[in-house]
T-cell receptor, first 117, second 115 residues
Framework: GNSVTQMEGPVTLSEEAFLTINCTYTATGYPSLFWYVQYPGEGLQLLLKATKADDKGSNKGFEATYRKETTSFHLEKGSVQVSDSAVYFCALSDRRGMNTGFQKLVFGTGTRLLVSP | GAVVSQHPSRVICKSGTSVKIECRSLDFQATTMFWYRQFPKQSLMLMATSNEGSKATYEQGVEKDKFLINHASLTLSTLTVTSAHPEDSSFYIC???????????FGEGSWLTVV
């Protein structure tokens, strides 16, 4: 079945460091790919997404490119801030239940990012 | 922006008792809500899809008699863990699909500890 594999955290960085959180997936067909972020005490929020191969999703300085050839969707940011400390989840859409118009999400384990001043 | 509120955020209950977790969409209507569970070092796993006014659809391997889902209104879904056991201790999180679009909003999650 479909699955998502993320690097295990926590990832600990100093402010202004470069961030990469690896994500690879296994899926049949052509899923959409997502990164969600969960700040302390809050719900998951959609950070960015890509719906087809070679698409690049970007938001708040974060980027991820849908690489079909390597089945990857790595999250990157050039200069992290303390406020980026959170748990990041990679996910893909599972297109079961197409008649509902909703794509069920398959998540990775989440990667905690800790950014120190 | 749209908000989904989950309550309680943390709960401890005794083995054999039942515990209810609420998921509310605060400023939008949601015919469809979802319940996920995450064990330590594992992925968020979809447990069931909750549909207002009808029975929930459970994922394979999830006991529907143990995890009772009620979606009685367009803004509220509840998950009741019946006869809880320590192995039910987990992080439970809900999400709601806005009826006015295809956007999904997540709650803050609930930590359940069964002692």
């Amino acid at each position: 079945g479909n699955s998502v594999t993320q690097m295990e955290g926590p990832v600990t960085l100093s402010e202004e460091a470069f961030l990469t959180i690896n994500c690879t997936y296994t899926a049949t067909g052509y899923p959409s790919l997502f990164w969600y972020v969960q700040y302390p005490g809050e719900g998951l929020q959609l950070l960015l997404k890509a719906t087809k191969a070679d698409d690049k999703g970007s938001n708040k300085g974060f980027e991820a490119t849908y690489r079909k050839e390597t089945t990857s969707f790595h999250l990157e940011k050039g200069s992290v801030q303390v406020s980026d400390s959170a748990v990041y989840f990679c996910a893909l859409s599972d297109r079961r239940g197409m008649n509902t118009g909703f794509q069920k999400l398959v998540f990775g384990t989440g990667t905690r990012l800790l950014v120190s001043p | 922006g749209a908000v989904v509120s989950q309550h309680p955020s943390r709960v401890i209950c005794k083995s054999g008792t039942s515990v209810k977790i609420e998921c509310r969409s605060l400023d939008f209507q949601a015919t469809t809500m979802f319940w996920y569970r995450q064990f330590p070092k594992q992925s968020l796993m979809l447990m069931a899809t909750s549909n207002e006014g009808s029975k929930a659809t459970y994922e394979q391997g999830v006991e529907k008699d143990k995890f009772l889902i009620n979606h009685a209104s367009l803004t509220l879904s509840t998950l009741t863990v019946t006869s809880a056991h320590p192995e039910d201790s987990s992080f439970y999180i809900c999400s709601a699909k806005s009826d006015s679009g295809n956007t999904i909003y997540f709650g803050e999650g609930s930590w359940l500890t069964v002692v």
